[in-house]
T-cell receptor
Framework: AQKVTQAQTEISVVEKEDVTLDCVYE???????LFWYKQPPSGELVFLIR??????QNEISGRYSWNFQKSTSSFNFTITASQVVDSAVYFC??????????FGAGTRLTVKP | SQTIHQWPATLVQPVGSPLSLECTVE??????LYWYRQAAGRGLQLLFY??????ISSEVPQNLSASRPQDRQFILSSKKLLLSDSGFYLC??????????FGPGTRLTVL
């Protein structure tokens, strides 16, 4: 079965703290794609990153970094020196069968000043 | 660049009334199109997707339907709304094996 688990429902941190959002996936496909999206209070989902199953190289983009580990079926997202503007719901997603996207339940991150 | 439009932004409808939500995409050809629903405080549920004009796949049996009359137009409809149809409806477009890009969404309240 194709499944994405985001075990952390809500996380609250104080500004400038580092925070890691966990994502664990299940799939039988050998070729698949993983994504992170951000949903601010406005509601629109914003694409953050895409990773394919053949590329385990970690990615860093400014304060954001992603750790993809096939051995543990995890694709975790870390925000360094968090800011209030990072407050949002973050979704991890799995693309399989080339077109089918399965989203996790999301993690609500609150960054307090 | 590509943009995706959805309207209306918000909608309040009585139970039993019809529904029509529209989504259009600009700046790309033959995209895959998707309708998702997000209940309050919940994740995204895929409702329909389309890989081409007139081609609709339904993920969840319900009283909703979708149509794709033109390459870049995707419509979500219902003949009679239920209370359980309330939610945030998101349209998205994507291409083969790539990320999906989402529209601004429609907040539907059924009273």
């Amino acid at each position: 079965a194709q499944k994405v688990t985001q075990a952390q429902t809500e996380i609250s941190v104080v500004e400038k703290e580092d925070v890691t959002l966990d994502c664990v996936y299940e799939t039988r496909d050998t070729t698949y794609y993983l994504f992170w999206y951000k949903q601010p209070p406005s509601g629109e989902l914003v694409f953050l990153i895409r990773r394919n199953s053949f590329d385990e190289q970690n990615e860093i983009s400014g304060r954001y970094s992603w750790n993809f580990q096939k051995s543990t079926s995890s694709f975790n997202f870390t925000i360094t020196a968090s800011q209030v503007v990072d407050s949002a719901v973050y979704f991890c997603a799995l693309l399989y069968n080339n077109n089918d996207m399965r989203f996790g339940a999301g993690t609500r991150l609150t960054v307090k000043p | 660049s590509q943009t995706i439009h959805q309207w209306p932004a918000t909608l309040v409808q009585p139970v039993g009334s019809p529904l029509s939500l529209e989504c259009t995409v600009e700046g790309t050809s033959n995209p895959n199109l998707y309708w998702y629903r997000q209940a309050a405080g919940r994740g995204l549920q895929l409702l329909f997707y389309s890989v081409g004009i007139g081609q609709i796949s339904s993920e969840v049996p319900q009283n909703l339907s979708a149509s794709r009359p033109q390459d870049r137009q995707f419509i979500l409809s219902s003949k009679k709304l239920l209370l359980s149809d309330s939610g945030f409806y998101l349209c998205a477009w994507g291409v083969f094996r790539n990320e999906q890009f989402f529209g601004p969404g429609t907040r539907l309240t059924v009273l």
